[in-house]
Nanobody
Framework: QLQASGGGLVQAGDSLRLSCAAS????????ISWFRQAPGKEREFVAV????????YYVDSVKGQFTISRDNAKNTVYLQMNSLKPEDTAVYYC????????????????????WGQGTQVTVSS
């Protein structure tokens, strides 16, 4: 099971840190990603991290703004979001997939085996 948390209502320019806590099994050998879905839009890939934390990829729109990290000892993945903008408003989901993180892999929801329930992030202008 994956449990996403940390969302909330913030103002533009604020920061939030989302957490994705795993339970029931270890996900230390899984790639973990964050996706987001805004109202009326498709679920969008945000960031992915390999099981070893060595490899990370981000969607272009959040590069330099968001940072994904993980603590396998705590079975938790984080998404640090800085300088938030109204266009970052969405429900954020974490997901786990058993694949090797590389360019072009892990960008679509169908590649993932486990999903968290989502946490709402709302950024006001």
């Amino acid at each position: 099971q994956l449990q996403a948390s940390g969302g909330g209502l913030v103002q533009a320019g604020d920061s939030l840190r989302l957490s994705c806590a795993a339970s029931g099994r270890t996900f230390s050998d899984y790639a973990i990603s964050w996706f987001r879905q805004a109202p009326g839009k498709e679920r969008e890939f945000v960031a992915v991290i390999s099981w070893s934390s060595v490899i990370t990829y981000y969607v272009d729109s959040v590069k330099g703004q968001f940072t994904i990290s993980r603590d396998n000892a705590k079975n938790t993945v984080y998404l640090q979001m800085n300088s938030l903008k109204p266009e970052d408003t969405a429900v954020y989901y974490c997901a786990a997939g058993l694949f090797t993180v590389r360019v072009g892999v892990g960008r679509v929801p169908s590649e993932y085996d486990y999903w968290g329930q989502g946490t709402q992030v709302t950024v006001s202008s």
